[in-house]
C-alpha cells in the first residue's frame, strides 16, 4: 500500500515563506514524478508544480519566480518551497505521484490528504 503524506502547511503573513514537504511511502518499484495541486475554496483544483524522476520541473505561470519543486529520490520525498506569499496562494494544497507500485505492471496515481496554506494580508 503506497501513502502519501504531506507536512510544513501553516500560517504565514503575506510576503513571508513556507516548505511543504511530501514523503511517499509503502511498498513500490519506483517513483516516476511528483506534483503539488491546490485548491481554494469554490474553485477547481489547479497544478502548481510537477518534478520527474530525472529532474525536469514545471511551474504555474502564478507561482513562477516565487515557488519552487525539488525532489529527493533517496528519500522518496517531494518539496515545494514558497517565497512570496500572497493571499491568494491561500488554499488546500496537495501531493500527487505517479508511482509503480511493487509487484505492479502499472504506473498509478497517488494523492495525499491535503495540507492548508492560509496567507493574511
Known amino acids: 500500500q503506497v501513502q502519501l503524506v504531506e507536512s510544513g502547511g501553516g500560517l504565514v503573513q503575506a510576503g513571508g515563506s513556507l516548505r511543504l514537504s511530501c514523503v511517499a511511502s509503502?511498498?513500490?518499484?519506483?517513483?516516476?514524478?511528483m506534483a503539488w495541486y491546490r485548491q481554494a475554496p469554490g474553485k477547481q483544483r489547479e497544478l502548481v508544480a510537477v518534478i520527474s524522476r530525472s529532474g525536469s520541473t514545471n511551474h504555474a505561470d502564478s507561482v513562477k519566480g516565487r515557488f519552487t519543486i525539488s525532489l529527493d529520490n533517496a528519500k522518496s520525498t517531494a518539496y515545494l518551497q514558497m517565497n512570496s506569499l500572497k493571499p491568494e496562494d491561500t488554499a488546500v494544497y496537495y501531493c500527487?505521484?505517479?508511482?509503480?507500485?511493487?509487484?505492479?505492471?502499472?504506473?498509478?496515481?497517488?494523492w495525499g490528504q491535503g495540507t492548508q496554506v492560509t496567507v493574511s494580508s
Open positions: 509503502g511498498s513500490f518499484f519506483s517513483i516516476n514524478a
Open positions: 500527487n505521484a505517479n508511482i509503480r507500485p511493487s509487484g505492479g505492471v502499472w504506473s498509478k496515481d497517488y
